[in-house]
């Protein structure tokens, strides 16, 4: 069986798996659709897949500028949690996270959801009364949250420093059972896979560098592949709404910022849990393959860069090693960044554009991947029906105009 098995795969290598059934087609564009979905990402997937399973509307394109979740799908930590602030963020995550909990079946397809549990480590007196006010927050929204203490920690997390000498002595931390990691590329897969086989058309090295618009609406979009009429336009272009926004003539209050990540060598199992640091602002999990995954802040500068930079990496690393003292000797393999778009109040934008038929999905900063489903199914309404979703009521552009703002930029944090 080892030596059939062996012959088996170089005989398909040699071939070029040209017996292999695609996952998704690769279409010709049509000169119309009834909704042009700009974004290949997840979220742009995301909202084809439940525009057509929802509301049966299936003449869809997904367009993307170079290859589906090359973007920040395919350029995260693949953290997800749902332990927001606010009643309206709280809805929005957990909606998320619920969606998650049953999308591998929703999708015939293994997103290889892992709820390892979320851990927020508590350093003082301070993050101690913010972590209790979290959780009676999220409690009261209906949401599982817990404290647990110091030894718990310890027993827990065997390999973390619980040393009093430590620079951040840990005592105690904020858990959500339900929080984890998800495989980023499967979620882009399934989408994409399920998104397909109901007819969506996604189409790939396919730029938008423009729109044709008559009477305060979009008529067409102008690629780099020619023109494509339209009846509507959802964006989930994430870093580069705002470019998409500029095209369409409005501004948005969206800045873009490089968040970095690194991976290490493969090590045995020995990290059950995804660990924050507040003091740091470094967190990390250890994958299914057991490579360590590890990031923290923001950089603090505008840029549409996707590497990573000497800075970031000594920053974490040195945060890592600090916390974690059992990892000085291992090897980082690899490092890159993706490209969050940054909002005033570090809560997304949802819904409607001054642009009669453009509805939009951005401003997710830190939390994109994490929102996935929800940012999808919330797109999609709002596209299918013309006005938004219940749940997107709070998250339009309207609220920077009347300061009504949903201040989550001390949920948010750096960790995604």
């Keep these: 069986m080892q030596r059939y098995s062996f012959f088996n795969l170089a005989r398909h290598a040699l071939r070029g798996n040209t017996t292999y059934t695609p996952a998704w087609h690769q279409p010709k564009l049509k000169p119309q659709y009834d909704v042009v979905i700009i974004g290949g990402g997840g979220h742009g997937l995301a909202t084809a897949y439940y525009l057509a399973k929802n509301y049966g509307i299936t003449n869809v394109a997904v367009l993307e500028k170079g290859w589906i979740g090359g973007g920040n799908s395919g350029r995260n930590t693949t953290n997800v949690r749902s332990d927001y602030m606010f009643p309206e963020s709280v809805a929005v995550y957990d909606l998320a996270l619920r969606l998650y909990e049953e999308l591998a079946k929703d999708l015939n397809f293994n997103i290889m959801l892992s709820q390892r549990g979320w851990m927020t480590l508590i350093h003082d007196q301070h993050q101690l009364e913010s972590a209790q006010h979290k959780m009676n927050s999220l409690v009261c929204n209906g949401i599982e949250a817990q404290i647990i203490g110091r030894e718990e920690v310890r027993r827990m997390i065997p390999t973390l420093n619980m040393s009093a000498n430590a620079r951040y002595p840990v005592i105690g931390a904020f858990r959500q059972k339900r929080g984890g990691t998800i495989r980023h590329d499967a979620v882009v897969w399934g989408y994409a896979r399920a998104a397909d086989q109901l007819g969506v058309h996604i189409v790939q090295d396919c730029e938008v560098i423009g729109f044709e618009k008559a009477g305060g609406s979009i008529t067409a979009v102008k690629t780099s592949r020619g023109r494509i009429g339209c009846g509507a336009v959802g964006v989930a272009a994430a870093g580069h709404s705002s470019l998409i926004a500029d095209m369409a003539g409005f501004r948005l209050p969206v800045t873009s910022h490089c968040l970095q990540a690194m991976v290490s060598e493969p ?49 974490t690393i040195t945060a890592v090693i600090e916390m974690f003292p059992i990892f000085g000797q291992t090897r980082l393999m690899r490092h890159w960044a993706g490209i969050v778009d940054i909002v005033p109040d570090s809560s997304p934008i949802l819904g409607p554009t001054p642009v009669g038929n453009m509805h939009i999905n951005c401003g997710w900063g830190s939390g994109g991947f994490k929102a996935i489903p929800a940012g999808g199914l919330l797109l999609a309404c709002s596209l299918a029906t013309g006005k938004p979703h219940p749940l997107a009521l709070k998250f339009g552009l309207d609220r920077f105009r009347s300061n009504r703002l949903v201040d989550e930029s001390a949920a948010a944090g750096s960790a995604h």
């Design 267 to 315: 090590l045995k199992p020995l990290l059950n849990h995804v660990v924050f640091s507040p003091s740091t602002g470094v967190y990390i999990n250890q994958t299914q393959k057991g490579e360590l995954v590890m990031g923290s802040a923001r950089d603090l500068y505008a840029s549409y860069g996707q590497r990573g930079t000497f800075p970031t990496i000594e920053k």
